[in-house]
């Protein structure tokens, strides 16, 4: 990775001023939280409900199958904004481990690591292998590929992948698209596809059904949310034009550690939170990076999300829930939890 890329990811990762919460008020505030999204599939569509307190045995009860979302564990930060965030990952795993339905598999959008360590890498292993789920599926951050240029990535993670690690997989009617946008970062940070994987994209949505439940899922947002930090893909447009003819499509990504979801046609986006910082909302800090806040602001800024998949219905109504407190939250002030709904006939 060029050094201005390596120079622009370590001006996200800066440290800022101490916030005074240490390494057990903040576990504390964590008890219940750990992030990630809980997608339920029942035909093709998209139903998201909080995954936390409310979460009970009839969540996703009928649904075709459900899969779990996580992303941005950063195995190996040690920041004030989280003095553990090997604890918040595990918390995320628990509160997998207790859904009264287990998850077909789990998805991890990127950023697993915070240097590229093997030791980063090990500890995160170690802290999945304990998940109810047993299949995961991988897309790399860009911060899984900053010492070499993700060879030791796609050592662990890409196995039978292509190029730098994107695949594509079926499973019960959904065909799934992982794809990489952080091998090639443009100018700020802006995520890329890049011709070659746009090419073979194209090539592996040809000849399916239009009737085709399809999620892609990449670290950096597929839309411009805001590109003065870098979040979004250059050529997002392209790889979407692609999927024009589907009748529903997901967008999962990462990255920017905060909820922001959008609905334009049959295509619906989502952003997951991060299992171990928040950020800052778009423009509302001089940069993106870590987010320090008070201890008792925790459980609004880092969450779980559970989402089901709902064949029924044509398109989705989002509404962001705080972890705390029962008034919604509007969306991109990185403080809820998606609630996706689909509505029935």
């Avoid at 339905?101 to 980063?120: C, R």
């Avoid at 940070?189 to 994209?201: A, D, N, P």
């Avoid at 602001?297 to 559970?306: A, E, H, M, N, S």
């Avoid at 398109?315 to 407190?325: F, H, K, R």
Wanted: glycine residues 12%; hydrophobic residues 35%; contains cysteine.
């Amino acid at each position: 990775m060029p050094n201005k890329e390596q120079d622009f990811i370590g001006q996200q990762v800066q440290d800022l001023n101490d916030d005074g919460v240490d390494r057990r008020g903040f576990l504390k505030c964590m008890a219940w939280a750990g992030t990630g999204l809980v997608w339920t599939m029942s035909g093709g569509i998209p139903v998201s409900r909080a995954f936390a307190k409310g979460y009970g045995k009839d969540a996703g009860k009928g649904a075709d199958f459900s899969f779990v979302q996580i992303s941005d564990s950063h195995i190996g930060f040690s920041k004030p904004a989280n003095p553990d965030v090997t604890a918040t990952l595990q918390t995320a795993v628990d509160k997998i481990n207790a859904m009264p339905h287990k998850p077909d598999f789990i998805i991890h959008t990127g950023d697993l690591s915070q240097l590229s360590k093997p030791s980063e890498f090990d500890t995160l292993d170690q802290a999945l292998k304990g998940s109810s789920a047993k299949q995961i599926y991988f897309v790399p951050g860009e911060h899984d590929m900053l010492t070499d240029n993700g060879e030791q990535y796609l050592q662990r993670y890409g196995k039978g992948t292509k190029g730098t690690g994107w695949y594509s997989f079926d499973h019960k009617g959904v065909h799934f698209v992982g794809l990489v946008n952080v091998a090639n970062l443009k100018a700020g940070g802006m995520g890329s596809l890049g011709h070659e994987q746009l090419e073979w994209l194209e090539d592996d949505l040809k000849g399916r059904s239009a009737s085709t439940p399809i999620v892609f899922f990449a670290h950096i947002p597929l839309w411009t949310i805001y590109p003065d930090w870098g979040w979004g893909t250059d050529d997002s447009e392209q790889a979407l034009s692609y999927v024009k003819r589907f009748g529903s499509v997901t967008v999962l990504n990462g990255h920017i550690h905060q909820i922001m979801q959008k609905v334009e046609g049959k295509v619906s986006f989502h952003t997951a939170m991060s299992t171990a910082f928040p950020q800052p909302a778009p423009g509302t800090a001089p940069s993106a990076g870590p987010m320090k806040v008070p201890a008792e602001q925790l459980q609004r800024v880092l969450g779980i999300t559970d989402v089901n998949y709902l064949v029924s219905g044509r398109s989705l109504a989002v509404v962001d829930s705080p972890l705390e407190g029962s008034d919604s939250a509007a969306s991109g002030n990185g403080g809820g939890l998606g609630v996706a709904e689909s509505p029935q006939a």
